[in-house]
């Protein structure tokens, strides 16, 4: 099967970005897991895990595949969307100071200091260790495989790319983790949340009218509009949360 | 157990972090497409509304949240 990469780029980038920051967010925990309980229970956690979400795209990628292409475009595209927004909204409220940013040193922290205090493992296995990287490598890899399953079955012949992407993050990371043997603080979170925020609201918005079978002005090419369209909208946004913060809370009168 | 609580809530949290603008977003899609289908003839208009609803539902949402006491 030959890849249109020039239709497909976008969305293979759009899902290394989102997969990148679920991926950065679980290998704080698994590195955590792994300094303070040993290594080979932080990656029999990871790797039963991965097992698990691995059956998960296997039965429901070929499952959707059998929908009519319009009607999961119209679920997918919607789902896609609030996802997309809600991250969007959590980026712009981040960037304007309403709430605060993520901090992967501090989340790192945080989880070594609980890891400590949960007692030594009782035989051969740990198994608070082994619960504590499955868990947040099947919370974060839930993402990861919905962003994909979506992202991918969204057009024809994208789910393969949109693969590729997520894969390229997985691998990017883990060298990452390998190499600096602690959490990604550097990486701009928030930035490519926001990023990735943006593309996901394009693709979703996209989605639901080819699911609705709008005409689109330009075809593809609505989704560079969509993208510009959201980006702008987040960009303003900012100052103007951050202008109503500093003014203080909203007086409600009745 | 525990785990798969913890697990199902997160797929909900996927989707929906305030449940007011989750809402909207879902109405809006459910007005276009009444709309698209009951109304509206095909025009590029129904796809710029169906863009034009989310970015007015993300700024209200936003400025909202912003303007709320802490």
């Known amino acids: 099967m030959t890849?249109?990469?020039?239709?497909?780029?976008?969305?293979?980038?759009?899902?290394?970005?989102?997969?990148?920051?679920?991926?950065?967010?679980?290998?704080?925990?698994v590195l955590a897991v792994g300094a303070v309980r040993g290594w080979?229970?932080?990656?029999?956690?990871?790797?039963?895990?991965l097992v698990v979400l691995l059956a998960v795209v296997l039965l429901f990628g070929p499952l959707l595949t059998r929908i009519p292409l319009e009607d999961v475009q119209l679920v997918v595209g919607g789902l896609l969307l609030l996802f997309g927004l809600r991250w969007l909204r959590k980026a712009v409220l981040r960037a304007a100071g309403v709430i605060p940013l993520h901090d992967e040193a501090a989340a790192y922290a945080r989880e070594t200091g609980?890891?400590?205090?949960?007692?030594?493992?009782?035989?051969?296995?740990?198994?608070?260790?082994?619960?504590?990287?499955?868990k947040i490598t099947m919370l974060e890899g839930l993402e990861v495989v919905f962003i994909v399953v979506a992202?991918?079955?969204?057009?024809?012949?994208?789910?393969?790319?949109?693969?590729?992407?997520?894969?390229?993050?997985?691998?990017?990371?883990?060298?990452?983790g390998l190499v600096l043997h602690r959490p990604l603080s550097m990486v701009p979170e928030n930035t490519l949340k926001?990023?990735?925020?943006?593309?996901?609201?394009?693709?979703?918005?996209?989605?639901?009218?080819?699911?609705?079978?709008?005409?689109?002005?330009?075809?593809?090419?609505?989704?560079?509009?969509?993208?510009?369209?959201?980006?702008?909208?987040?960009?303003?946004?900012?100052p103007l949360c951050r202008r109503r913060a500093s003014a203080g809370p909203t007086l409600i009168l009745r | 157990?525990?785990?798969?609580?913890?697990?199902?809530?997160?797929?909900?949290?996927?989707?929906?972090?305030?449940?007011?603008?989750?809402?909207?977003?879902?109405?809006?899609?459910?007005?276009?497409?009444l709309l698209s289908s009951l109304v509206l003839p095909p025009s590029p208009w129904g796809a710029i509304l169906l863009f034009a609803g989310p970015g007015a539902i993300l700024l209200e949402s936003t400025l909202r949240r912003a303007g709320a006491p802490r």
């Open chain 1, 151 to 176: 992202v991918g079955t969204g057009g024809v012949g994208l789910l393969v790319p949109v693969a590729i992407g997520a894969a390229a993050a997985l691998l990017a990371v883990v060298a990452l």
């Open chain 2, 1 to 33: 157990m525990d785990t798969l609580k913890t697990i199902l809530r997160e797929l909900v949290g996927l989707f929906v972090d305030d449940v007011g603008f989750a809402a909207a977003i879902v109405g809006w899609i459910i007005l276009a497409w």
């Open chain 1, 40 to 49: 080979r229970s932080a990656l029999t956690g990871t790797a039963a895990a």
């Open chain 1, 194 to 238: 926001f990023s990735v925020g943006v593309l996901l609201a394009a693709f979703g918005t996209f989605w639901v009218g080819e699911g609705l079978l709008l005409a689109w002005p330009g075809g593809d090419w609505s989704i560079l509009g969509l993208t510009i369209g959201y980006l702008l909208v987040g960009a303003l946004a900012v």
């Open chain 1, 114 to 134: 609980s890891l400590r205090t949960a007692g030594p493992p009782s035989g051969s296995w740990d198994a608070v260790a082994i619960a504590t990287a499955f």
């Open chain 1, 3 to 29: 890849i249109d990469w020039m239709h497909a780029w976008p969305t293979a980038l759009a899902a290394f970005l989102a997969s990148a920051v679920e991926f950065v967010e679980a290998l704080t925990v």
